[in-house]
């Protein structure tokens, strides 16, 4: 035969399990009693009826002119350990108030042993209430003369730090968030944070205030302000784009408010690709957890990122249209958008349509590129840029650099995205089928000037080749094959290793192709129109055409702003004492010195 039974709860294992993993620090008792507090006072219509704190350090408590507690609620709700009183008579959450879970008050013995209530409805009897962390209570009559409620504690040992009026002050102005119920802590009242979104104001009022809260919350004045808003979830909101370039993949907290009352900072309101703004919200749907101090992440929730992720998205593409603002997001925001721009959809239609990327004819987006040149031709190497673009400009070819970081990533993304979009990247190679092979006649007229280029250098392990290009003031280039150097290097280190390779070693030479081997060596092309080449091509002493055919060498190298070995150097140097050595001689001849007369 079976008999009914009631769990026994150990009060206190219970209030340590709500210390360590439901509550962030004691210091919430303050948010759930003026929560509790504030609940009651829109139950009751009186939210313009002030609460008043008093403490001490010791000694708390807290007046509320609410809705107050009869005897017969007072002692089922405080006695039954998740009872709330803000439920309907199916267990739904009131839509006017914060509470829901019936263990609000328990906070308290997070800091105190023992809780007094007095309390009195309209028209009711006063009723008291002394609850003890050790599990015990007492109903008794009250002394409260007015409807509302009273509440008191007494400072655990330890635990004073939690009631000192400091404390309390700040912990009061933070949670009481966007409500306008005045809070007076020992007799001074608590302001609270400017409402960003005063629905009565008018626009400029309005608009100081908004920027009044991302100043005093945030801490920054914002570049923009942009409103938002998901009905479904009764939520507004204000978006505050920052005025200073931050790191796109440290994620920033979000200001939440639910009906008013401050829930906390969450960073999981926007997705990553929104770093680069902030917002503020205030919902009314939202469900929050049982401590208050975060949301549940429920299809509601769900629906609000995404409709906040849409709205900063559509303010991207409003931006477009806002030539002086957009200048002043790029201004501080360009780098960071471009180096996540290539996973993600959203930024990387901005980027293509409004991020400048460095050309050969000046700074201009990707696609007003497309639309004068038709082909996205690209180098993904600064100095294979610095040596193309000039060439490249004379002969009418647009040239992207997407040297810098992320920029090819994107470039590559955006071909993607979209398969129809002409692209071609392009490395100093290109040159070489630009410029072309010299036609019969300079073949012939610079034949014996190749031939002493290719010797002179040979120390450099670098071909020579002659072509016509412009502009003419340029004397030779020095055309590099980076790809096929990086085979170069691989095939020298496993030539210097002795033994068996290890793992890293044999990886490398997995990397080594056995395909035809191609001469990746530098190539130095002298240009046929330039006037010191042509005048080169008349001088015949081997010593002078070889030095100055090193010094053009050293000339091209330095164009390529790559940093120069010390043999190149070295060999430059030594050209160009032989060529001062060789000036020397020519004004002794032409100048010889005077004969000294005996005196």
């Known amino acids: 035969m079976s008999s009914p039974g009631a769990y026994d709860v150990d009060l206190r294992s219970l209030i340590d399990v709500l210390g360590t993993n439901l509550y962030s620090n004691p210091g919430v008792y303050v948010r759930e009693l003026v929560q509790n507090a504030l609940d009651a006072h829109t139950v009751a219509g009186t939210a313009d009826t ?30 039954t350990i998740g009872r709330s009183s803000k439920r309907d008579d199916l267990g739904f959450a009131a839509e006017d108030t914060i509470g829901q879970f019936g263990v609000g008050l328990l906070s308290a013995f997070l800091v105190a042993d023992a809780i007094d209530v007095d309390s009195r409805t309209p028209g009711g009897q006063p009723v008291g209430w002394s609850g003890s962390v050790a599990g015990r209570f007492t109903v008794a009559d009250g002394t409260r003369a007015e409807p509302g409620t009273t509440i008191r504690l007494r400072a655990r040992r330890g635990s004073e730090k939690w ?43 309005r608009a100081a205030r908004r920027i009044a809260f991302c100043q005093d919350e945030f801490g920054f004045t914002p570049l923009e302000t942009f409103e938002l808003s998901v009905p479904q979830a009764g939520l507004r909101g204000v978006a505050y784009v920052r005025p200073s370039a931050s790191d796109p ?35 009314q749907g939202l469900a929050l957890t049982a401590s208050r101090e975060g949301l549940v992440r429920d299809e509601l929730f769900a629906e609000v990122r995404d409709g906040l992720a849409a709205q900063v998205s559509d303010w991207l593409v409003r931006l477009g249209d806002h030539t002086s603002a957009r200048e002043r ?36 987006s990707l696609s007003a590129f497309r639309a004068r040149f038709g082909t996205l031709r690209y180098t ?21 650099n997407a040297g810098h970081a992320f920029e090819t990533a994107v470039i590559r993304e955006l071909l993607h995205a979209n398969p129809d979009v002409s692209c071609e990247p392009v490395t100093q190679q290109y040159l070489l089928g630009q410029i072309g092979v010299a036609g019969t006649d300079d073949a012939d007229t610079f034949a014996v000037l190749l031939d002493a280029a290719r010797r002179a250098l040979l120390r450099f392990d670098c071909r020579a080749e002659t072509g016509a290009f412009d502009p003419e003031s ?32 044999s990886a490398l030479a997995g990397l080594v192709t056995d395909t035809e081997p191609v001469d990746g060596r530098p190539t130095l092309v002298l240009n046929t129109t330039n006037p010191l080449i042509q005048r080169l091509n008349g001088i015949h002493d081997e010593l002078v055409r070889g030095a100055v055919l090193r010094t053009i060498y050293g000339q ?22 032989i060529l001062a050595d060789l000036a020397a001689r020519s004004v002794d001849v032409v100048n010889p010195p005077s004969p000294q007369s005996d005196s």
């Open 163 to 205: 009631l000192h009026p400091h404390r309390v002050r700040r912990l009061v102005t933070d949670y009481i968030g966007l409500r306008r119920t005045p809070v007076r802590v020992n007799g001074e009242t608590i302001t609270p944070v400017a409402d960003p979104f005063g629905a009565d104001l008018n626009a400029g009022e």
């Open 474 to 505: 340029v004397a030779a280039l020095l055309i590099t094959d980076d790809s096929a150097q990086l085979d170069r290097d691989r095939e020298q280190l496993l030539a210097n290793v002795e033994g068996k390779a290890d793992a890293w070693l």
């Open 50 to 79: 002030e609460i008043a704190i008093e403490t001490d350090g010791v000694e708390f408590r807290i007046d509320d002119h609410g809705c107050g507690m009869s005897r017969s609620v007072i002692a089922d709700l405080l006695g």
């Open 329 to 364: 997001f790029l201004a501080v925001h360009e780098l960071g958008i471009k180096s996540i721009a290539h996973r993600t959809p959203e930024l990387l239609r901005f980027v293509d349509r409004h991020c400048r990327y460095e050309t050969n004819v000046g700074p201009m």
């Open 556 to 577: 091209a190298a330095i164009r390529t702003r790559r940093p120069v070995s010390g043999v190149v150097a070295a060999e430059v140097d030594e050209a160009l004492g």
């Open 380 to 400: 993904s190497s600064v100095d294979d840029f610095r040596v193309l673009a000039d060439i490249l400009t004379h002969r009418g070819v647009g040239l992207i």
């Open 249 to 283: 993949t440290q994620r920033a907290g979000h200001r939440c408010y639910v009906k008013g009352l401050l829930v906390g900072d969450l960073a999981d309101l926007l997705p990553d690709w929104a770093y680069f703004v902030r917002v503020v919200i205030d919902a």
